[in-house]
């Protein structure tokens, strides 16, 4: 069972490399469904889907695991061409468990953040572990 401290440790960890990759990929094109996020958490309500927040908890998982393994490789990089390129293939592989767990980029980060501001998220995200 995934420990909600270690997902919100991985997820703030993600949201903060994955933004930069997000932004860039998006080319700043709003997209309905953030507005709609956007819009039910002004509204005090959360419509997300159990089957979503199942697919979040998949790959904040494998997210959290590529962490793990790439602190510790970069912690030990001898110098910073090669840090940087471990950087890089930590947010490649980041991106693509996001992925593969059924999510975009920017949904992943937009739940990201509510799930950080939302107690009834997290509540929900407990339940479904």
């Known amino acids: 069972m995934f420990d ?13 490399g994955l933004s930069a990759s997000a932004v860039m990929a998006q080319n700043g094109a709003p997209t309905s469904s953030g507005d709609l996020a956007r819009q039910q958490q002004q509204q005090g309500q959360d419509m997300t889907s159990d089957a979503e927040l199942k697919k979040f908890i998949h790959a904040s998982e494998e997210v959290s ?14 110098d910073q061409p090669i840090a940087q390129q471990l950087q890089k293939e930590a947010q490649d592989k980041m ?8 999510l975009d980029t920017e949904s992943y980060n937009q739940l990201a953040q509510r799930v950080q501001t939302s107690p009834e998220l997290q509540q929900r995200l407990q339940q479904l572990q």
């Not at 909600?4 to 903060?16: G, P, Q, R």
């Not at 695991?65 to 001898?78: P, Q, S």
């Open 4 to 16: 909600l401290k270690k997902l919100i440790a991985a997820v703030s960890f993600v949201t903060l």
């Open 65 to 78: 695991k590529i962490r793990e393994e790439y602190t510790e490789r970069f912690n030990n990089a001898k």
């Open 95 to 102: 991106l693509n468990a996001v992925e593969n767990a059924g």
